[in-house]
T-cell receptor
Framework: EAQVTQNPRYLITVTGKKLTVTCSQNMNHEYMSWYRQDPGLGLRQIYYSMNVEVTDKGDVPEGYKVSRKEKRNFPLILESPSPNQTSLYFC???????????FGNGTRLTVT | AQTVTQSQPEMSVQEAETVTLSCTYDTSESDYYLFWYKQPPSRQMILVIRQEAYKQQNATENRFSVNFQKAAKSFSLKISDSQLGDAAMYFCAYRSYNQGGKLIFGQGTELSVKP
């Protein structure tokens, strides 16, 4: 089944404790991206990647890192999480061109 | 920079009736894509419908259709014969042909369906 898989689905952590949210797609998509969803703000792009070893900042990249060493994986790294990073996170992918984004099921992160 | 605005935080519709969700956007580009996504309580993001800006014909997918007014920069979603399963958060989104294909989302409209 074609899908974007994020893990974990829920995560509660404390301020300053490094964490990684994994994202993997099995559709051989070139393009992958991360979004965060906050009430009243919709979804905002954090980082994106056009292909392996090519990443770029989105609208809200502060406090996040990503890497794209393999085509299928695009982890989101929070080196020192803070409470303002409490949010719902989505990974998404698509082929190049005008195809729509395929979203993962989301990761609910709480930073205390 | 492009922006997307959904001015209705919440909407309600009676089952079997029709409801229209509003979306306006701001851009200086002439070529772009517009989307409506549905997010049910499961929080999946499900593509409902999409429209290419160069197409004058409004997109339709079964009970879902759009009213795309390019000059007015308006992209409303009409849901006909509303069903209980249509209850969800709906997001309007814009995507440029370039800029890395970033989706710019509106704030969302929470739709409830009354039996």
């Amino acid at each position: 089944e074609a899908q974007v898989t994020q893990n974990p689905r829920y995560l509660i952590t404390v301020t300053g404790k490094k964490l990684t949210v994994t994202c993997s797609q099995n559709m051989n998509h070139e393009y992958m991206s991360w979004y965060r969803q906050d009430p009243g703000l919709g979804l905002r792009q954090i980082y994106y990647s056009m292909n392996v070893e090519v990443t770029d900042k989105g609208d809200v990249p502060e406090g996040y890192k990503v890497s794209r060493k393999e085509k299928r994986n695009f982890p989101l790294i929070l080196e020192s999480p803070s409470p303002n990073q409490t949010s719902l996170y989505f990974c998404a992918s698509r082929v190049a061109g005008n195809s729509p984004l395929h979203f993962g099921n989301g990761t609910r992160l709480t930073v205390t | 920079a492009q922006t997307v605005t959904q001015s209705q935080p919440e909407m309600s519709v009676q089952e079997a009736e029709t409801v229209t969700l509003s979306c306006t956007y701001d851009t200086s580009e002439s070529d772009y894509y517009l989307f409506w996504y549905k997010q049910p309580p499961s929080r999946q993001m499900i593509l409902v419908i999409r429209q290419e800006a160069y197409k004058q014909q409004n997109a339709t997918e079964n009970r879902f259709s759009v009213n795309f007014q390019k000059a007015a920069k308006s992209f409303s979603l009409k849901i006909s014969d509303s069903q209980l399963g249509d209850a969800a958060m709906y997001f309007c989104a814009y995507r440029s042909y370039n800029q890395g294909g970033k989706l710019i989302f509106g704030q969302g409209t929470e739709l409830s369906v009354k039996p």
